[in-house]
């Protein structure tokens, strides 16, 4: 697993975009199958996702936290994960899913361990997630 380089904190919940990277995939029971590496996505992999469904109905992207920018920053964080959370029970002995953004998620930032049990759970709200800037 390639470690990201430092930066601005991570929205791991963001759109399909030239520039962010693609980091999960919807699996078929709906939970979210985490890459061992992100992916950068260009304008090739955009065209073709938008062939079929909304592709962040179907994929996991990251980019940069847009905090007060975003509906879901409720002041001081954002509010998705702490949404999932609160009707996701967390199991204290849970392994953390191997993840290529933890060091720059804003979720586990967030909420630690607890965050990447619930994180499994989302898949992107497209009707309030915020336009996110590329990575690069
Ligand atoms: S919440 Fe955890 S598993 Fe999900 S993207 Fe952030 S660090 Fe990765």
């Not at 062939?51 to 909304?54: F, S």
């Given at each position: 697993m390639a470690a990201l380089p430092r930066g601005a904190p991570l929205c791991?919940?963001?759109?399909?975009?030239?520039?962010?990277?693609?980091?999960g995939v919807v699996g078929s029971g709906g939970l979210i199958q985490l890459l061992p590496d992100a992916l950068p996505v260009d304008a090739g992999f955009v065209d073709t996702a938008h062939?079929?469904?909304?592709p962040e109905k179907r994929f996991r992207f990251a980019s940069p936290c847009q905090a007060a920018g975003c509906?879901?920053?409720?002041g001081q964080r954002c509010g998705v994960i702490d949404s999932v959370l609160a009707v996701v029970p967390l199991q204290a002995e849970a392994e953390l899913p191997g993840c290529s953004i933890r060091g720059r998620c804003r979720w586990f930032a967030q909420s630690g361990a607890g965050a990447c049990q619930g994180c499994a759970y989302v898949v992107t709200d497209?009707?309030?997630t915020a336009a996110h800037p590329a990575l690069i």
């Open positions: 791991p919940s963001s759109t399909c975009a030239e520039g962010h990277l693609l980091i062939k079929g469904r909304a509906a879901q920053w409720t497209l009707g309030t």
